[in-house]
Protein backbone atom coordinates (compact mmCIF):
# COMPACT_ATOMS: atom_id res chain seq x y z
CA UNK A 1 0.00 0.00 0.00
CA UNK A 2 1.94 3.14 -0.75
CA UNK A 3 2.44 5.66 1.97
CA UNK A 4 -0.41 8.68 1.98
CA UNK A 5 0.43 12.30 2.08
CA UNK A 6 0.35 13.58 5.78
CA UNK A 7 -2.93 14.93 6.82
CA UNK A 8 -3.47 18.29 8.51
CA UNK A 9 -5.40 18.57 12.28
CA UNK A 10 -7.80 20.49 10.88
CA UNK A 11 -8.95 17.71 8.74
CA UNK A 12 -12.69 17.37 9.26
CA UNK A 13 -12.29 13.73 8.76
CA UNK A 14 -11.26 13.88 12.45
CA UNK A 15 -12.36 15.51 16.13
CA UNK A 16 -11.72 18.98 15.83
CA UNK A 17 -8.83 20.11 18.16
CA UNK A 18 -10.31 20.89 21.31
CA UNK A 19 -12.63 17.92 21.19
CA UNK A 20 -9.57 15.37 20.69
CA UNK A 21 -7.59 16.04 23.27
CA UNK A 22 -10.88 16.08 26.08
CA UNK A 23 -11.06 11.80 24.41
CA UNK A 24 -7.58 11.25 26.11
CA UNK A 25 -9.50 11.43 29.77
CA UNK A 26 -11.57 8.13 29.13
CA UNK A 27 -9.24 6.44 26.86
CA UNK A 28 -6.49 7.34 29.67
CA UNK A 29 -8.43 5.81 32.43
CA UNK A 30 -9.23 3.04 31.05
CA UNK A 31 -5.27 2.61 29.93
CA UNK A 32 -5.04 3.42 33.82
CA UNK A 33 -7.53 0.33 34.97
CA UNK A 34 -5.96 -2.31 32.47
CA UNK A 35 -2.61 -2.04 33.35
CA UNK A 36 -2.87 -1.09 36.98
CA UNK A 37 -4.87 -4.68 36.92
CA UNK A 38 -1.93 -6.38 35.41
CA UNK A 39 0.56 -4.90 37.92
CA UNK A 40 -0.99 -5.42 41.10
CA UNK A 41 -1.54 -8.74 40.35
CA UNK A 42 1.88 -9.75 39.26
CA UNK A 43 3.44 -8.17 42.84
CA UNK A 44 0.65 -10.44 44.73
CA UNK A 45 1.65 -13.64 42.86
CA UNK A 46 3.26 -15.03 45.58
CA UNK A 47 0.66 -13.86 48.28
CA UNK A 48 -1.78 -15.90 46.48
CA UNK A 49 -0.36 -19.18 45.44
CA UNK A 50 -0.12 -18.83 49.43
CA UNK A 51 -2.65 -18.41 50.54
CA UNK A 52 -4.61 -20.31 47.87
CA UNK A 53 -2.36 -23.54 48.48
CA UNK A 54 -1.20 -23.01 44.03
CA UNK A 55 2.40 -23.61 43.22
CA UNK A 56 4.09 -21.14 40.33
CA UNK A 57 2.92 -23.81 37.87
CA UNK A 58 -0.96 -23.16 38.76
CA UNK A 59 -0.82 -19.94 39.91
CA UNK A 60 0.69 -18.30 36.53
CA UNK A 61 -2.84 -19.55 34.97
CA UNK A 62 -3.95 -16.41 36.47
CA UNK A 63 -2.05 -14.61 34.24
CA UNK A 64 -2.07 -17.22 31.33
CA UNK A 65 -6.18 -17.64 31.53
CA UNK A 66 -6.55 -13.81 30.72
CA UNK A 67 -3.77 -13.34 28.55
CA UNK A 68 -5.37 -16.92 26.75
CA UNK A 69 -9.06 -15.15 26.34
CA UNK A 70 -7.92 -12.02 25.16
CA UNK A 71 -5.52 -13.12 23.01
CA UNK A 72 -8.25 -15.52 21.56
CA UNK A 73 -10.53 -13.06 20.92
CA UNK A 74 -9.08 -9.50 19.79
CA UNK A 75 -8.92 -9.65 15.91
CA UNK A 76 -12.84 -11.03 16.48
CA UNK A 77 -13.90 -7.96 18.47
CA UNK A 78 -11.79 -5.54 16.36
CA UNK A 79 -13.59 -6.65 13.31
CA UNK A 80 -17.21 -6.29 15.39
CA UNK A 81 -15.69 -2.83 16.26
CA UNK A 82 -15.33 -1.94 12.73
CA UNK A 83 -19.01 -3.24 12.15
CA UNK A 84 -20.94 -2.66 15.21
CA UNK A 85 -19.38 0.40 16.38
CA UNK A 86 -16.24 1.35 18.28
CA UNK A 87 -17.59 3.11 21.04
CA UNK A 88 -19.96 0.65 21.71
CA UNK A 89 -18.26 -2.22 21.91
CA UNK A 90 -15.54 -0.09 24.16
CA UNK A 91 -18.15 0.75 26.41
CA UNK A 92 -19.29 -2.80 26.73
CA UNK A 93 -16.07 -4.23 27.18
CA UNK A 94 -15.40 -1.22 30.24
CA UNK A 95 -18.71 -2.34 32.27
CA UNK A 96 -17.48 -6.47 31.67
CA UNK A 97 -14.33 -5.70 32.67
CA UNK A 98 -15.27 -4.35 35.89
CA UNK A 99 -18.17 -6.68 36.68
CA UNK A 100 -15.62 -9.24 36.61
CA UNK A 101 -12.98 -7.45 38.57
CA UNK A 102 -16.05 -7.99 41.37
CA UNK A 103 -16.11 -11.40 40.97
CA UNK A 104 -12.22 -11.91 40.94
CA UNK A 105 -12.09 -9.75 44.71
CA UNK A 106 -14.61 -12.41 46.04
CA UNK A 107 -13.24 -16.03 44.47
CA UNK A 108 -13.17 -18.21 47.60
CA UNK A 109 -10.35 -20.82 45.26
CA UNK A 110 -7.55 -20.72 42.29
CA UNK A 111 -10.66 -22.33 40.13
CA UNK A 112 -13.02 -19.67 40.78
CA UNK A 113 -10.39 -17.46 40.61
CA UNK A 114 -9.80 -18.56 37.51
CA UNK A 115 -13.19 -18.39 35.89
CA UNK A 116 -13.43 -14.75 37.32
CA UNK A 117 -10.33 -13.82 35.43
CA UNK A 118 -11.29 -15.07 32.41
CA UNK A 119 -14.30 -13.38 32.22
CA UNK A 120 -12.28 -10.18 33.06
CA UNK A 121 -10.31 -11.61 30.23
CA UNK A 122 -13.63 -10.60 27.70
CA UNK A 123 -14.08 -7.26 28.45
CA UNK A 124 -10.17 -6.53 28.37
CA UNK A 125 -10.28 -7.90 24.63
CA UNK A 126 -13.57 -5.48 23.91
CA UNK A 127 -11.45 -2.88 24.84
CA UNK A 128 -7.99 -3.45 23.63
CA UNK A 129 -9.04 -4.38 20.63
CA UNK A 130 -10.82 -1.15 19.84
CA UNK A 131 -8.88 1.60 21.63
CA UNK A 132 -6.07 2.00 19.23
CA UNK A 133 -9.03 2.49 16.74
CA UNK A 134 -10.76 5.34 18.73
CA UNK A 135 -7.32 7.38 18.69
CA UNK A 136 -7.00 5.95 14.71
CA UNK A 137 -10.43 7.93 14.10
CA UNK A 138 -9.85 11.05 16.59
CA UNK A 139 -6.32 11.60 16.21
CA UNK A 140 -4.71 12.78 12.05
CA UNK A 141 -1.49 11.33 11.51
CA UNK A 142 0.78 14.71 12.74
CA UNK A 143 -0.77 14.10 15.76
CA UNK A 144 -1.06 10.48 16.36
CA UNK A 145 2.67 10.28 18.05
CA UNK A 146 1.88 12.65 20.74
CA UNK A 147 -1.36 11.27 22.03
CA UNK A 148 0.03 7.93 21.59
CA UNK A 149 2.69 8.99 23.93
CA UNK A 150 0.22 10.37 26.48
CA UNK A 151 -1.62 7.46 26.52
CA UNK A 152 2.09 5.47 26.55
CA UNK A 153 2.51 8.05 29.95
CA UNK A 154 -1.05 6.79 31.59
CA UNK A 155 -0.47 3.16 31.23
CA UNK A 156 3.09 3.62 33.08
CA UNK A 157 1.73 5.22 35.78
CA UNK A 158 -0.90 2.62 35.69
CA UNK A 159 1.94 0.49 36.00
CA UNK A 160 4.50 2.70 38.33
CA UNK A 161 1.28 2.90 41.12
CA UNK A 162 0.06 -0.79 40.69
CA UNK A 163 3.18 -2.70 42.27
CA UNK A 164 3.48 0.04 45.26
CA UNK A 165 -1.05 0.35 45.41
CA UNK A 166 -0.85 -3.46 45.30
CA UNK A 167 1.76 -4.75 47.43
CA UNK A 168 0.56 -2.37 50.41
CA UNK A 169 -3.29 -3.80 49.56
CA UNK A 170 -1.72 -7.48 49.72
CA UNK A 171 -0.01 -6.34 53.19
CA UNK A 172 -2.26 -4.48 54.70
CA UNK A 173 -6.05 -6.09 53.70
CA UNK A 174 -4.94 -8.81 51.62
CA UNK A 175 -4.88 -9.71 47.93
CA UNK A 176 -8.63 -9.17 47.08
CA UNK A 177 -8.73 -5.94 47.48
CA UNK A 178 -6.52 -5.58 44.42
CA UNK A 179 -9.37 -6.40 42.50
CA UNK A 180 -12.13 -3.96 44.23
CA UNK A 181 -9.80 -1.11 43.62
CA UNK A 182 -10.71 -1.47 39.67
CA UNK A 183 -14.30 -0.90 40.40
CA UNK A 184 -14.49 2.78 40.67
CA UNK A 185 -12.63 3.50 37.96
CA UNK A 186 -14.28 1.36 35.53
CA UNK A 187 -17.55 3.48 36.68
CA UNK A 188 -16.61 6.47 36.22
CA UNK A 189 -14.90 5.32 32.18
CA UNK A 190 -17.89 4.30 31.44
CA UNK A 191 -19.53 7.48 32.14
CA UNK A 192 -16.38 9.23 30.34
CA UNK A 193 -16.80 7.35 27.11
CA UNK A 194 -20.56 8.11 26.73
CA UNK A 195 -20.35 11.89 27.33
CA UNK A 196 -16.82 12.45 25.56
CA UNK A 197 -17.00 10.04 22.61
CA UNK A 198 -19.19 10.46 19.63
CA UNK A 199 -21.54 7.28 18.61
CA UNK A 200 -19.25 5.91 14.86
CA UNK A 201 -20.64 7.01 11.85
CA UNK A 202 -18.64 4.89 9.80
CA UNK A 203 -19.00 1.56 10.42
CA UNK A 204 -18.84 -1.60 7.71
CA UNK A 205 -21.51 -3.15 6.31
CA UNK A 206 -20.61 -6.67 5.67
CA UNK A 207 -20.83 -10.84 6.91
CA UNK A 208 -18.67 -11.61 10.06
CA UNK A 209 -15.85 -14.04 8.92
CA UNK A 210 -16.91 -16.73 11.31
CA UNK A 211 -14.74 -19.64 10.39
CA UNK A 212 -11.86 -17.40 10.21
CA UNK A 213 -12.59 -15.98 13.87
CA UNK A 214 -12.85 -19.62 15.15
CA UNK A 215 -9.50 -21.02 13.29
CA UNK A 216 -7.77 -17.84 14.38
CA UNK A 217 -9.14 -18.64 18.03
CA UNK A 218 -8.18 -22.20 17.93
CA UNK A 219 -4.54 -21.41 16.38
CA UNK A 220 -4.11 -18.87 19.40
CA UNK A 221 -5.19 -21.23 21.65
CA UNK A 222 -2.98 -24.53 21.17
CA UNK A 223 0.13 -21.76 20.49
CA UNK A 224 -0.39 -20.80 23.67
CA UNK A 225 -1.36 -23.82 25.92
CA UNK A 226 1.60 -25.62 24.05
CA UNK A 227 4.00 -23.61 25.60
CA UNK A 228 2.60 -22.85 28.89
CA UNK A 229 1.82 -26.96 29.43
CA UNK A 230 4.46 -28.43 27.76
CA UNK A 231 6.58 -28.78 30.72
CA UNK A 232 3.52 -30.18 33.31
CA UNK A 233 2.11 -32.09 30.70
CA UNK A 234 5.64 -33.76 29.17
CA UNK A 235 6.35 -32.84 25.60
CA UNK A 236 5.41 -35.98 24.21
CA UNK A 237 2.11 -36.81 26.12
CA UNK A 238 -1.15 -36.93 24.11
CA UNK A 239 -2.90 -33.56 24.88
CA UNK A 240 0.70 -31.79 23.73
CA UNK A 241 1.13 -33.76 20.60
CA UNK A 242 -2.48 -32.38 19.99
CA UNK A 243 -1.77 -28.87 20.43
CA UNK A 244 1.74 -29.50 18.36
CA UNK A 245 -0.80 -30.64 15.53
CA UNK A 246 -3.22 -28.04 16.30
CA UNK A 247 -0.59 -25.07 16.15
CA UNK A 248 -0.05 -26.70 12.58
CA UNK A 249 -3.35 -27.16 11.21
CA UNK A 250 -5.28 -24.31 12.67
CA UNK A 251 -3.15 -21.31 11.25
CA UNK A 252 -3.03 -23.10 7.77
CA UNK A 253 -6.90 -23.78 8.11
CA UNK A 254 -7.10 -19.83 8.93
CA UNK A 255 -4.82 -18.61 5.87
CA UNK A 256 -6.78 -20.88 3.40
CA UNK A 257 -10.61 -18.91 4.83
CA UNK A 258 -9.24 -15.50 4.86
CA UNK A 259 -8.06 -16.25 1.23
CA UNK A 260 -11.18 -17.12 -0.25
CA UNK A 261 -13.61 -14.34 2.14
CA UNK A 262 -15.09 -11.81 0.83
CA UNK A 263 -14.73 -10.56 4.58
CA UNK A 264 -12.04 -11.68 6.13
CA UNK A 265 -11.62 -10.95 10.12
CA UNK A 266 -7.84 -10.01 9.48
CA UNK A 267 -6.80 -8.43 5.65
CA UNK A 268 -3.31 -10.53 5.13
CA UNK A 269 -2.68 -8.02 2.33
CA UNK A 270 -1.46 -5.55 4.79
CA UNK A 271 1.35 -7.74 5.94
CA UNK A 272 2.94 -6.66 2.18
CA UNK A 273 3.51 -3.44 3.65
CA UNK A 274 6.79 -3.61 5.04
CA UNK A 275 5.71 -0.36 7.96
CA UNK A 276 2.50 -2.67 9.28
CA UNK A 277 4.33 -6.51 9.58
CA UNK A 278 7.52 -5.20 10.90
CA UNK A 279 5.90 -3.29 14.19
CA UNK A 280 3.85 -6.02 14.23
CA UNK A 281 6.46 -8.52 14.58
CA UNK A 282 8.86 -5.90 16.76
CA UNK A 283 5.55 -5.68 19.01
CA UNK A 284 5.85 -9.20 19.72
CA UNK A 285 9.19 -9.62 20.39
CA UNK A 286 9.39 -6.27 22.44
CA UNK A 287 6.70 -7.39 25.28
CA UNK A 288 7.76 -11.14 25.21
CA UNK A 289 11.24 -9.89 26.25
CA UNK A 290 9.61 -7.15 28.70
CA UNK A 291 6.96 -10.29 30.60
CA UNK A 292 9.69 -12.87 31.01
CA UNK A 293 11.18 -10.52 33.56
CA UNK A 294 7.88 -8.97 34.88
CA UNK A 295 6.82 -12.28 35.70
CA UNK A 296 9.93 -13.60 37.43
CA UNK A 297 11.15 -10.40 39.56
CA UNK A 298 8.58 -10.18 41.63
CA UNK A 299 9.96 -14.18 43.17
CA UNK A 300 13.56 -12.83 42.67
CA UNK A 301 12.98 -10.14 45.02
CA UNK A 302 10.52 -11.71 47.82
CA UNK A 303 11.30 -15.38 47.98
CA UNK A 304 15.54 -15.24 47.16
CA UNK A 305 15.93 -11.63 48.63
CA UNK A 306 13.48 -11.65 51.44
CA UNK A 307 12.27 -8.42 50.29
CA UNK A 308 8.86 -7.40 51.63
CA UNK A 309 5.67 -7.29 49.12
CA UNK A 310 5.55 -3.40 49.35
CA UNK A 311 9.12 -2.72 48.98
CA UNK A 312 9.33 -5.27 45.88
CA UNK A 313 6.38 -3.42 44.65
CA UNK A 314 8.78 0.32 44.76
CA UNK A 315 11.52 -1.39 43.37
CA UNK A 316 9.13 -2.69 40.48
CA UNK A 317 7.94 0.49 39.76
CA UNK A 318 11.15 1.66 38.36
CA UNK A 319 9.86 0.37 35.19
CA UNK A 320 6.74 2.10 34.24
CA UNK A 321 7.77 5.66 35.95
CA UNK A 322 10.51 6.10 33.55
CA UNK A 323 8.30 4.80 31.03
CA UNK A 324 6.04 7.62 32.11
CA UNK A 325 8.63 10.36 31.53
CA UNK A 326 10.06 8.81 28.15
CA UNK A 327 7.09 7.50 26.14
CA UNK A 328 5.37 11.50 25.90
CA UNK A 329 8.93 12.43 24.47
CA UNK A 330 9.72 9.88 22.71
CA UNK A 331 5.94 9.92 20.91
CA UNK A 332 5.98 13.52 19.99
CA UNK A 333 9.53 13.36 18.88
CA UNK A 334 8.30 10.60 16.18
CA UNK A 335 5.96 12.95 14.93
CA UNK A 336 9.10 15.37 14.13
CA UNK A 337 11.38 12.96 13.05
CA UNK A 338 9.73 9.50 11.96
CA UNK A 339 10.01 6.51 13.63
CA UNK A 340 12.31 3.98 12.61
CA UNK A 341 15.38 5.10 14.59
CA UNK A 342 13.43 6.04 17.73
CA UNK A 343 12.21 2.01 17.65
CA UNK A 344 15.72 0.63 16.78
CA UNK A 345 17.69 2.70 19.57
CA UNK A 346 14.35 1.78 22.17
CA UNK A 347 14.57 -2.15 21.81
CA UNK A 348 18.84 -1.85 21.74
CA UNK A 349 18.38 -0.36 24.76
CA UNK A 350 15.75 -2.73 26.43
CA UNK A 351 18.28 -5.56 25.34
CA UNK A 352 21.02 -4.17 27.34
CA UNK A 353 18.91 -3.97 30.50
CA UNK A 354 18.56 -7.70 30.48
CA UNK A 355 22.05 -8.10 29.88
CA UNK A 356 22.56 -6.34 33.17
CA UNK A 357 20.19 -8.70 34.85
CA UNK A 358 22.15 -11.26 33.53
CA UNK A 359 24.45 -10.79 36.65
CA UNK A 360 21.63 -10.73 39.36
CA UNK A 361 22.89 -12.50 42.49
CA UNK A 362 21.82 -13.05 46.06
CA UNK A 363 24.06 -10.68 47.36
CA UNK A 364 23.09 -7.65 44.17
CA UNK A 365 22.96 -3.99 45.49
CA UNK A 366 19.37 -2.75 45.43
CA UNK A 367 20.66 -0.03 43.31
CA UNK A 368 21.98 -2.00 40.62
CA UNK A 369 18.56 -3.75 40.62
CA UNK A 370 16.44 -0.29 39.90
CA UNK A 371 19.07 1.03 37.31
CA UNK A 372 19.04 -2.60 35.57
CA UNK A 373 14.97 -1.71 35.79
CA UNK A 374 15.10 1.76 34.88
CA UNK A 375 17.00 0.58 31.85
CA UNK A 376 14.28 -1.77 30.70
CA UNK A 377 11.76 1.30 31.08
CA UNK A 378 13.49 3.18 29.38
CA UNK A 379 14.07 1.22 26.22
CA UNK A 380 10.15 0.07 26.19
CA UNK A 381 9.16 3.92 27.05
CA UNK A 382 11.55 4.62 24.12
CA UNK A 383 9.90 1.84 21.07
CA UNK A 384 6.42 1.93 21.97
CA UNK A 385 4.77 5.33 20.69
CA UNK A 386 6.55 5.74 17.84
CA UNK A 387 6.05 1.73 17.02
CA UNK A 388 2.10 1.58 17.89
CA UNK A 389 1.67 5.14 16.05
CA UNK A 390 3.08 3.14 12.85
CA UNK A 391 0.15 0.64 13.15
CA UNK A 392 -2.60 3.04 12.74
CA UNK A 393 -0.96 5.46 10.06
CA UNK A 394 0.15 2.13 7.43
CA UNK A 395 -3.85 0.57 6.99
CA UNK A 396 -6.58 2.51 5.41
CA UNK A 397 -9.30 3.79 7.66
CA UNK A 398 -12.03 1.15 7.00
CA UNK A 399 -8.86 -1.68 8.51
CA UNK A 400 -8.16 0.79 11.20
CA UNK A 401 -10.05 -2.21 13.26
CA UNK A 402 -7.66 -4.74 12.23
CA UNK A 403 -4.67 -2.44 12.98
CA UNK A 404 -5.90 -1.58 16.51
CA UNK A 405 -6.54 -5.29 17.62
CA UNK A 406 -3.30 -6.29 15.51
CA UNK A 407 -1.49 -3.65 17.72
CA UNK A 408 -3.53 -5.70 20.90
CA UNK A 409 -2.68 -8.80 19.64
CA UNK A 410 1.11 -8.56 19.86
CA UNK A 411 0.99 -7.03 23.52
CA UNK A 412 -1.38 -9.57 25.26
CA UNK A 413 0.32 -12.43 22.82
CA UNK A 414 3.95 -11.13 23.35
CA UNK A 415 3.09 -11.12 27.20
CA UNK A 416 1.61 -14.89 27.17
CA UNK A 417 4.33 -15.89 25.31
CA UNK A 418 6.56 -13.96 27.36
CA UNK A 419 5.39 -15.53 30.99
CA UNK A 420 5.00 -19.06 28.93
CA UNK A 421 8.63 -19.08 27.58
CA UNK A 422 10.34 -17.87 30.44
CA UNK A 423 8.15 -20.51 32.67
CA UNK A 424 9.64 -23.24 30.54
CA UNK A 425 13.09 -22.33 30.25
CA UNK A 426 13.17 -21.26 34.03
CA UNK A 427 11.49 -24.79 35.14
CA UNK A 428 13.28 -26.62 33.22
CA UNK A 429 16.80 -25.51 33.47
CA UNK A 430 16.30 -24.65 37.68
CA UNK A 431 15.20 -28.66 37.83
CA UNK A 432 18.01 -29.83 35.19
CA UNK A 433 20.78 -28.19 38.03
CA UNK A 434 19.15 -29.40 40.84
CA UNK A 435 18.82 -32.99 39.80
CA UNK A 436 22.62 -31.98 38.57
CA UNK A 437 23.80 -31.06 42.26
CA UNK A 438 21.14 -33.58 43.97
CA UNK A 439 19.79 -30.53 45.97
CA UNK A 440 16.04 -30.52 47.14
CA UNK A 441 13.88 -27.59 45.77
CA UNK A 442 13.46 -26.86 49.38
CA UNK A 443 16.83 -26.59 51.30
CA UNK A 444 18.41 -23.04 51.41
CA UNK A 445 21.32 -24.14 48.91
CA UNK A 446 18.79 -24.02 46.02
CA UNK A 447 19.09 -20.81 45.37
CA UNK A 448 22.14 -21.47 43.12
CA UNK A 449 19.34 -23.28 40.68
CA UNK A 450 17.14 -20.46 41.18
CA UNK A 451 19.59 -17.80 40.07
CA UNK A 452 20.81 -19.88 36.98
CA UNK A 453 17.72 -20.59 35.79
CA UNK A 454 16.70 -16.69 36.31
CA UNK A 455 19.77 -15.97 34.30
CA UNK A 456 19.60 -17.90 30.95
CA UNK A 457 15.71 -16.18 30.61
CA UNK A 458 17.03 -12.89 30.68
CA UNK A 459 19.65 -14.02 28.57
CA UNK A 460 16.78 -15.39 26.07
CA UNK A 461 14.79 -11.87 26.41
CA UNK A 462 18.20 -10.06 25.52
CA UNK A 463 17.98 -12.04 21.95
CA UNK A 464 14.28 -11.48 21.57
CA UNK A 465 15.06 -7.94 22.49
CA UNK A 466 17.72 -7.21 19.68
CA UNK A 467 15.64 -9.68 17.04
CA UNK A 468 13.02 -6.77 17.25
CA UNK A 469 15.62 -4.50 16.05
CA UNK A 470 15.62 -6.44 12.85
CA UNK A 471 12.70 -6.37 12.13
CA UNK A 472 12.36 -2.59 12.67
CA UNK A 473 15.02 -1.77 10.29
CA UNK A 474 12.99 -3.82 7.57
CA UNK A 475 10.81 -0.69 8.06
CA UNK A 476 10.58 2.33 5.62
Known amino acids: MPDSPPQSSNNPEYYDPKARWRTIYPISLVAITSTLNSSVINVSLPAISEQLHAGIGVVDWVIQAFLLVVTALLMVFGRLGDMLGRRRVY ?6 FTIASALCGFADSITSLIIARIIQGIGAALVIAVG ?4 GIIFPPDSRGKAMGILGTTMAVGLSIGPVVGGAITDWFGWRYIFFINIPFGIAAAFMVMHYIKPDKDTVRSSFDLPGAATMALALTCMLL ?6 DWGWDSIPILALMGGSLIFPIMFILFENRSNNPLLDLGLFKNSTFSSATYAGFLAFTAMFSQTFLMPFYLIQIRSITIAEAGLILASVPLVMAVIAPASGALSDKIGTRGLCVFGLFTLGMSFVMLTFL ?3 T ?3 YVVLSLLLTGF ?3 MFNPPNNADFLSSVPRDRLGNASAMMGLTRTMGMAFGVAVSSVIFTGVRNHLLTR ?3 SEELPQAAFAFLGALHWVFWVAAGFSWLGMVMVLRRR
Open 91 to 96: QSGIIL
Open 132 to 135: PALI
Open 226 to 231: LFSRGN
Open 361 to 363: GEE
Open 365 to 367: SRI
Open 379 to 381: GIG
Open 437 to 439: EGV
